[in-house]
């Protein structure tokens, strides 16, 4: 195993040691990893949603918060000697802010800049013994700090010590084997006046790491108003976000379902979602069918379902009003249910249509796919992305059915997201980042799959 000095300096981009691209056991978006992760972290564990949402909701900050940020970028700013003397005053103030006991711990041979460790003695209300005595749960990590004294300085990406920290944290806790848990921390790194917080999960074998904030300059620039208000944000998002993870620890340590298993991609955390009648239905995970797109299935009626994640949906009453309205003439699966979890995924649970396949051009399908545009656009409503791999067909058969209504919205007034994908694409005239959806987008795209109709583009 590397040390996390050298993990830093040469081990993160090791690919004997750690695979390549979907297979590397380490996925934090550098080579040897896959360039866009697997599973986002706000995906694998709840805490991390939540510190988004109120990291880009820029909550209120309190006197509390602006007079710590006046003293911890006075400090960050000033010039010290070495690291040593950096990260004392760091974690002086951030001990005061965060109401947590911060301290260099020994992990191997190896001491960490700054670590918040889960406390048994910190929850009063724990008094039975850990289900699983096999792992040590008294040295799980809330939040592990690493400095580094300059940018310029010799040492490596604190980012990359923090998780080679992080690995060394599973072995303490004889937690490097995979087991049916999801092992969350935040990883705060900071060079010099700069400060960016990671979010690490362990599961499913892997390690997933993403960046939840930028680098935030710590800079006492009192006309920089925005980088304040986002470096406040920031740091209150933290302060929130470690008693619920010291409370999903105090909880995990009871579970009595702590076994092996080895999972073949990471699931997202949510197992069950509301439907219309208010009854939560849960769902197992059986496979990936796409990014963000999972096959599950309800464990009571073993109804397959798929489940979909998607992000920043501009317009979900036309996403459900329009997926609902083709589902009742049959030409979309059935919307079960859909939530909306932090901070900004928008969760629907549709009907599994088994044996589909892309959509081939016959007379009663292209009457039917006119049929299903008809009844989207009375309702104003634009699909906005009718392609070939998004309207499915049965062997044999002439239904049709619409999926992925993610862009969904109402003619001439919802928009296309600012970034869509023009290398692979070759989207309508007219249909480009952050314009206006329109019918007439629709209609061009259908035209370009029927062989047998064509729809006017008046």
């Known amino acids: 195993m590397f040390s996390p000095s050298t993990f ?15 297979e590397c ?46 003293n ?19 974690n002086r103030l951030l001990e005061t802010y965060l109401k947590q006991s911060i301290k260099c711990c020994e992990v191997g041979s190896y001491y960490t800049d700054g670590t918040i460790m889960w406390s048994l003695a910190a929850d009063a209300f724990i008094t039975a013994k850990p289900s699983a005595p096999e792992m040590n749960f008294e040295k ?12 310029g300085g010799r040492s490596g990406d604190p980012t990359m010590r923090n998780i080679g920290y992080f690995i060394h944290w599973l072995k303490e806790c004889r937690l490097q084997q995979a087991y049916n848990l999801r092992l969350p921390c935040f990883l705060v790194s900071i060079a010099g006046p700069l400060i960016a917080i990671y979010g690490v999960v ?20 009192i006309d920089d108003i925005y980088s304040w208000r986002k470096l406040g944000s920031a740091m209150r998002a933290l302060k929130l976000s470690i008693p619920k993870l010291h409370q999903y620890y105090s909880d995990l340590r009871m579970r009595k379902d702590i076994v092996p298993i080895y999972q073949n991609h990471p699931y997202p955390y949510l197992d069950q979602i509301l ?81 589909a396949e892309w959509y ?9 796919l006119v049929a299903a545009l008809q009844c989207l656009h009375e309702l104003e409503i634009v699909h906005g992305d009718i392609r070939h791999n998004n309207v499915l067909v049965l062997p044999n058969s002439s239904r049709v059915f619409l999926v992925d209504f993610d862009f969904s919205g109402l003619h001439g007034v919802a928009r296309y997201p600012d970034r869509l994908n023009h290398a692979e694409i070759r989207w309508p005239a007219g249909a480009t980042d952050g314009s206006f959806l329109r019918v007439e987008h629709d209609r061009e795209w259908a035209n370009c799959m029927m062989r047998y109709q064509c729809l006017s583009m008046s």
Request: net charge neutral.
């Open 202 to 221: 362990a599961y499913g074998g892997t390690i997933h790491c993403d960046p939840l904030t930028p680098y935030l300059h710590a800079l006492p620039i």
């Open 72 to 90: 911890f970028c006075k400090e960050m700013a000033r010039r010290h000697h070495d690291k040593n003397s950096r990260l004392k005053s760091g």
């Open 275 to 355: 439907v219309d009648n208010n009854q939560a239905i849960k769902l197992v995970y059986d496979n990936r069918l796409a990014r963000r797109v999972f096959l599950a299935r309800i464990p009571t009626t073993g109804r397959k379902v798929v489940v979909k994640f998607i992000q920043s949906v501009l317009d979900v009453d036309s996403l459900i009003r329009g997926q609902r309205a083709l589902a009742s003439i049959g030409s979309a699966p059935e919307l079960v249910g859909y939530t909306q979890i932090p901070p900004n995924w928008t969760v629907t649970v549709s009907e599994f249509i088994a044996d």
């Open 8 to 22: 830093d300096e040469k081990g993160w981009w090791d690919t004997a040691a750690l695979g390549m691209n979907e």
């Open 360 to 368: 081939e051009s016959t007379p009663e399908r292209d009457t039917n």
């Open 140 to 151: 799980m990590v809330l939040v592990n700090i690493e400095y580094k004294n300059e940018i």
């Open 25 to 70: 056991v380490i996925q934090h978006h550098r080579f040897p990893a896959f360039p866009a992760g697997r599973t986002h972290v706000s995906l694998l564990h709840a805490v991390f949603g939540d510190f988004l949402y109120t990291y880009q909701n820029e909550v209120a900050r309190t006197n509390e918060d602006n007079e710590f940020l006046a």
